[in-house]
């Protein structure tokens, strides 16, 4: 299977299926998968990101040797959003090595506390940034505060996952 062919083709949750079927638990087609969005351009690095994100879903190990980079890349001014939204989806799913909890916090904790970026994103970073609480305690006591400064004026699903990651945290 040619990927960049079938991600040019076409952008839907079909193809999505298909590449993330073809990739599996592989280790070397998931990196070609990376190598495709990271070197675009920008539409097909769009396309790539949902599939990579369901593809760690499914087996986080494949995302060992790969985090960092597309930690870099999603912070990038002018990255597609794509990108960003489905970087943080994919770090729910995952061990966060030590070596990079501290750009993995930084990142998320900008995304949330922004109210430009899409709710999804910001939703996505609040489960990251819980996460690493539950390894890191005492970051609890900037997280917190910040989702309970924005719940007033949030929409239906960031107070939904904003109320369950504030009890997970409080307890």
């Known amino acids: ?27 070397a087609r998931f990196r070609l998968l990376v190598s ?11 396309r790539a990101a949902w599939p990579i994100s369901y593809c760690v879903q499914y087996h986080p190990q494949l995302i060992k040797g790969h985090l960092k980079k597309l930690i870099d890349f999603s912070e990038i001014s002018g990255a597609h959003v ?10 729910q799913f995952v061990a966060i090595p030590r070596n990079l909890q501290g750009k993995v916090f930084d990142f998320c904790f900008r995304c949330l506390a922004n109210p430009r970026e899409p709710i999804a994103v910001r939703v996505f970073s609040m489960t990251v940034l819980s996460n690493l609480a539950k390894e890191n305690p005492e970051l609890k006591n900037e997280i917190i505060p910040l989702i309970e400064d924005q ?11 904003g109320t369950r990651v504030l009890k997970e945290l409080k307890r």
Do not use: C, W
């Open 1 to 27: 299977m040619n990927l960049l062919k079938l991600i040019q083709k076409e952008h839907s949750k079909t193809t999505a299926s298909k590449i993330v079927e073809y990739v599996g638990s592989d280790p």
């Open 151 to 161: 719940l007033p004026f949030a929409s239906a699903g960031f107070r939904s996952r």
């Open 82 to 91: 794509a990108v960003k939204r489905n970087t943080i989806r994919l770090l």
């Open 36 to 46: 495709i969005l990271l070197k675009g351009p920008y539409q097909v690095t769009q």
